[in-house]
């Protein structure tokens, strides 16, 4: 099945500077990638996503970028606020879109810093 | 519109006992999937249904069962529990099917298992 990797676990910013997350994956047919985020007592909430066909995404102090190449994408976070304290999950379609579901990666706890 | 339900929000069995969780998703979502979440493991696919079929299943033992209904409120079911099962249940629901879709979660049913 699809595997994702993501890192790092835990990423600690100052309120302000710039985060990023990144994530691999294993099949190359993957055409899908979502970002979500987890507040704390919440379910996950998608807060950008790509699709094979395009590079780079932006909706606002978010950005993801895409190298299908080297099966890889990240997650930028610009300006960070306190609100973006919480844990962020990358995942891919499982079977690379065939069916609804996601594999996720194990989680980024970003911690926004005073 | 009311978003992703899910009952109960917590619960506490022993183990050799069997559980019931209920969801009902976002009014016109027919796609309906089941993670569960832990610390060590992360976010883990369970399953999904779309018009009370199984579409796809995760790598999970016999004892986690699920169905849909024609209302599209979904149920899972885990008998014989054990301690390992404890975890923050999340359903969510989708409009659409292929894997490419968003997913809204619920906030999950916390089962504890002693």
């Known amino acids: 099945g699809e595997n994702v990797e993501q890192h790092p676990s835990t990423l600690s910013v100052q309120e302000g500077d710039s985060a990023v997350i990144k994530c691999t994956y294993s099949?190359?047919?993957?055409?899908?990638f979502p970002w979500y985020k987890q507040e704390l007592g919440k379910g996950p909430q998608l807060i950008i996503d790509?699709?094979?066909?395009?590079g780079e995404k932006k909706d606002q102090r978010i950005a993801v970028t895409l190298n299908k190449t080297a099966k890889h994408f990240s997650l930028h976070i610009t300006e960070t606020q306190p609100e973006d304290s919480a844990v962020y999950f990358c995942?891919?379609?499982?079977?690379?879109?065939?069916?609804?579901?996601?594999?996720f990666g194990k989680g980024t706890h970003l911690i926004i810093q005073p | 519109k009311a978003g992703v339900t899910q009952t109960p929000r917590y619960l506490i069995k022993t183990r050799g006992q069997q559980v019931t969780l209920s969801c009902s998703p976002i009014?016109?979502?027919?796609?309906v999937s089941w993670y569960q979440q832990t610390p060590g493991q992360g976010l883990q696919f369970l399953f999904e249904?779309?018009?009370?079929?199984?579409?796809n299943k995760g790598n999970f033992p016999g004892r986690f069962s699920g169905r849909q209904f024609s209302n599209s409120r979904s149920e899972m079911n885990v008998s014989t529990l054990e301690l390992g099962d404890s975890a923050l249940y999340l359903c969510?629901?989708?409009?659409?099917?292929?894997?490419?879709?968003?997913?809204?979660f619920g906030e999950g049913s916390r089962l504890t298992v002693l």
């Open positions: 099949d190359s047919a993957s055409n899908y």
């Open positions: 009014s016109g979502h027919r796609s």
């Open positions: 790509i699709r094979s066909n395009v």
């Open positions: 995942a891919v379609p499982l079977l690379g879109g065939g069916a609804d579901g996601l594999t």
């Open positions: 249904y779309f018009s009370e079929t199984q579409r």
């Open positions: 969510a629901s989708s409009q659409r099917t292929g894997g490419t879709g968003e997913l809204f």
